[in-house]
């Protein structure tokens, strides 16, 4: 599930032909086979596990498949649009209000997950960005949190959050008194912001460096101008630094929000298979529908609309976007 | 004299902020130096260390297994997906094909498609492979191996792409020139050049690896099962052995955090190849 960092090519720019033997057609089409044979490997595994899977899922988001037809795999019964009208539109159906309530629980999750992070990791580029002593070393260990697998960041938020031992509640009660009960943040309304924060905390530094890359490329002589000029350091960074960043907000806003969106594992090992009303997201709903209870297609159709509304966040994302990506 | 006032200030903001985010993590390894009685009463007592926790651990869960197999299962599929982003990337980087295009769009649409969809098809395939023929695919090392290549492969793809655009055209010429092939010079010229980015890819494939849950949860029982599900069964089992659990997640971030300080530098030029671009 590595998705953050796509970028469109460094060098677009059609490649210059050799100088020697080249420019025939014959020499040109064995150039391109020798191209063909270098993406066949590549091109392959992705065939045979992203595009002939999801095209079997999109098949299986149609078959009736549960505990009693599972044994047939693919050749489960057909069930039409079943499995959609009874997500989408069949009031009565559990499943149904679970769906409605994952799919607002997610938009809630990755709102404030994308929001904090991509806010936060701005922020602690403009400190980086300053000449300090220890800049290396501030700049190496601010990535550390990165690095921590999220299955990790899962335990150990766990063990901080809880409520009578929990260094969290520890530091808000004991030791600073800022709030004189103790809150229970792993149940309830609290447990979407014991799963928000620590994903904020793992993504951050990732869109640190992204930030700080793009700060440090930025050429210094536009805020000396603007600043001979009389233009004080906000109105530098909101007229000169957020423009020139905007191709960047625009990529991390991208993938930060695909990436939350399918977030599985903090909330699957912080609170269980099932979260709980207040923080079941829609991979959590999907996975524990299908595997737990075995409702295949349930999960199938649901996988389904989730790429749907993904492929309307990108088609929103290059509206609003593509007068920056065309800069570059 | 105010302008060297708010500098303090921020110099020290910097490292508030940097001791915040590093807390987490301090506390992860303050916890597993303590015992699973300390934490459960809340007694913590920091000043005197002690490693049972890590000395325990591999009794109660079957630690060294998961451990055995994330290495076994991440070291070959990173190995892999960068051998074959390698090659992709350079055809990408070098050559103008028909297709490459929508070989372009397709590596980032492989990111759009959400892990549920395509786990259910791979999942029922995999047991029908089980049941129907020799190939045995489910819950082994060469089932994982072969789905995490795949995945991280497109990633793999942008970042090799990028190291072999920064070098140049000449080197091949001339290599070229003297009698090499065209894939000779690819392997005995370009690769070697390459290497700090070949490397960055590797690390890059392994921590994601490392890190993933979804697949290796549906798609192994007991055999090749990785420290995620370790850590899962951890939970399940043994959630009052906190200090256990705690020295456990030290334990399993140890060898990516090795792997990402060594490397560091170079991953970090592969991660914000876009942003230095522009």
């Not at chain 1, 009208?85 to 809630?108: C, E, K, M, W």
């Not at chain 2, 000043?47 to 079957?62: G, H, I, K, N």
């Not at chain 2, 990028?162 to 080197?171: G, M, Q, S, V």
Request: positive net charge; hydrophobic residues 55%; proline residues 6%.
């Amino acid at each position: 599930m590595a998705q953050t960092t796509l970028q469109p090519p460094p060098e677009a720019r059609p490649a210059r032909s050799l100088p020697l033997r080249a420019g025939r057609p014959r020499r040109r089409r064995r150039r391109n086979w020798f191209a063909y044979g270098l993406i066949a490997p590549a091109l392959a595994f992705m065939v045979l596990v992203h595009l002939i899977p999801t095209a079997g899922g999109v098949v299986l988001s149609f078959k009736r498949l549960n505990t009693f037809t599972f044994a047939r795999l693919f050749d489960a019964p057909w069930a039409g649009l079943e499995n959609y009208r009874g997500i989408l539109f069949d009031t009565a159906n559990p499943l149904h209000s679970g769906f409605f309530g994952a799919v607002q629980n997610t938009a809630v999750y990755t709102f404030w997950t994308v929001g904090g992070t991509l806010a936060g990791g701005l922020a602690i580029a403009l400190l980086l960005n300053r000449p300090m002593r220890g800049q290396r070393l501030v700049r190496t260990l601010m990535l550390a949190p990165w690095i921590v697998p999220s299955f990790v960041v899962a335990v150990l938020w766990q063990f901080m959050w809880q409520s009578d031992v929990g260094i969290i509640n520890k530091v808000l009660v004991d030791y600073t008194h800022l709030l004189s009960e103790r809150p229970i943040w792993l149940l309830g309304e609290n447990s979407m912001w014991a799963i928000v924060i620590p994903s904020i905390w793992r993504g951050l530094p990732f869109a640190m460096i992204f930030f700080l890359a793009g700060l440090q490329a930025m050429p210094p002589e536009l805020h000396e101008a603007a600043a001979i000029d009389g233009a004080g350091p906000l109105r530098r960074f909101r007229y000169i630094t957020l423009p020139l960043l905007r191709p960047l907000i625009a990529v991390q806003l991208l993938f930060c929000v695909i990436y939350a969106t399918y977030q599985f594992a903090i909330p699957y090992i912080m609170l269980g298979s099932n979260p709980g009303p207040d923080a079941d997201l829609m991979m959590t709903l999907i996975v524990r529908q299908s595997f737990s209870n075995n409702l295949f297609g349930f999960g199938a159709a649901a996988s389904v609309l989730l790429t749907l509304a993904m492929c309307v966040w990108v088609a929103v994302w290059y509206r609003a976007f593509k007068r920056d990506l065309e800069v570059k | 004299m105010n302008a060297r006032l708010v500098n303090r200030g921020l110099d020290a903001l910097t490292w508030l902020v940097l001791l915040v985010m590093l807390s987490p993590i301090l506390w992860l390894v303050a916890a597993s130096l303590q015992t699973d009685g300390q934490l459960s009463r809340g007694a913590y007592n920091l000043l005197e260390p002690t490693f049972t926790a890590f000395s325990r651990m591999w009794q109660t869960v079957d630690f060294e297994r998961y451990l055995l197999n994330s290495l076994i299962i991440c070291t070959a599929a990173a190995l892999c997906a960068t051998a074959f982003a390698s090659c992709a990337g350079y055809a990408l980087a070098r050559f103008k094909f028909r297709g490459a295009t929508g070989l372009s769009l397709g590596v980032v649409g492989t990111q759009l498609i959400p892990g549920s969809l395509f786990l259910l098809p791979v999942f029922m395939g995999f047991v029908w492979l089980k049941q129907n023929t020799p190939v045995a695919l489910f819950d082994t090392h060469l089932g994982m191996i072969l789905v995490y290549t795949a995945f991280f492969t497109p990633v793999a793809i942008y970042f090799m792409r990028y190291f072999f655009a920064a070098i140049p055209r000449d080197l091949e010429e001339a290599a070229m020139v003297d009698g090499c092939t065209r894939f000779g010079a690819f392997v005995k010229i370009v690769l070697p050049a390459a290497a700090p980015g070949l490397v960055a890819t590797f690390v890059y494939a392994f921590l994601f690896a490392w890190d993933e849950l979804l697949f290796v949860a549906a798609l192994t029982q007991e055999n090749a099962e990785t420290i995620p599900i370790g850590i899962r069964n951890f939970i399940g089992n043994y959630q009052e052995r906190t200090a256990q659990l705690m020295a456990a997640g030290v334990v399993s971030t140890l060898p990516v955090l090795i792997a990402f300080f060594a490397t560091q530098r170079w991953l970090v030029k592969g991660i914000t190849a876009g942003a230095v671009k522009g």
